[in-house]
């Protein structure tokens, strides 16, 4: 069972760059996330989605892009990164939204200079 | 997230102490999580609570709910340092998002 898979591991952006971060899960959940996390601030809802074609916004969902065609796989964009999204991104999953126990991938940390 | 607030922010104990970290909503909690992440890794599931007053343990790890659904406390009896990490309370708070308490920070010195 690979779980949640996330990729990159580490990445470094020039401002103004575009990327996407990848996150994959083969548990057949329904229920997919994103947050960042940053020193004393916690982790942050950023987008989730509660099944294929559904996405919603979290907490903070500025200069993030998401989308959901398949069960499988949650990407998040960054259109044009800024320094402020320098931090350690984590994807999750779930059988379903809210209660329902989450299982998160290893992170993201991407830096932007 | 401002909807769960947890303390201490940090936490630095002699080995074999106990400790406690507590995570407080205004609002009421429809399922509180605890996680635990060693520092540079994911969150690792630790318990679950959704029914006031239920109370759960693992191995040396107590965490209760209280009876408005609106507090937790994890309780760790006699720490060691594989216990050092960062501890977050996360919960439903509006019925689809997921959110997180700021964490807290333990190391537990030998």
């Known amino acids: 069972n690979a779980g949640v898979t996330q990729t990159p591991k580490f990445q470094v952006l020039k401002t103004g760059q575009s990327m996407t971060l990848q996150c994959a899960q083969d548990m057949n959940h329904e229920y997919m996330s994103w947050y960042r996390q940053d020193p004393g601030m916690g982790l942050r809802l950023i987008h989730y989605?509660?099944?294929?074609?559904?996405?919603d916004q979290g907490e903070v969902p500025n200069g993030y892009n998401v989308s959901r065609s398949t069960t499988e796989d949650f990407p998040l964009r960054l259109l044009s990164a800024a320094p402020s999204q320098t931090s350690v991104y984590f994807c999750?999953?779930?059988?379903?939204?809210?209660?329902?126990?989450?299982?998160f991938g290893q992170g993201t940390r991407l830096t932007v200079v | 997230s401002q909807e769960l607030e947890q303390s201490p922010q940090s936490l630095i104990v002699q080995e074999g102490k106990n400790l406690t970290i507590n995570c407080t909503s205004s609002?009421?909690?429809?399922?509180l999580y605890w996680y635990k992440q060693k520092y540079g890794e994911g969150l690792i599931f630790l318990m679950m609570l959704q029914k006031g007053g239920e109370e759960k343990s693992h191995e040396k790890i107590t965490a209760k709910l209280d009876e408005k659904k609106q507090q937790s406390s994890l309780h760790i009896t006699a720490s060691q340092p594989s216990h050092a990490g960062i501890y977050l309370c996360?919960?439903?708070?509006?019925?689809?998002?997921?959110?997180f308490g700021t964490g807290t920070s333990l190391t537990v010195i030998p």
């Open positions: 996360g919960a439903d708070i509006s019925g689809n998002q997921f959110y």
């Open positions: 999750a999953s779930s059988y379903k939204g809210g209660s329902a126990e989450a299982f």
């Open positions: 989605s509660v099944g294929a074609g559904i996405t």
């Open positions: 609002k009421t909690l429809y399922g």
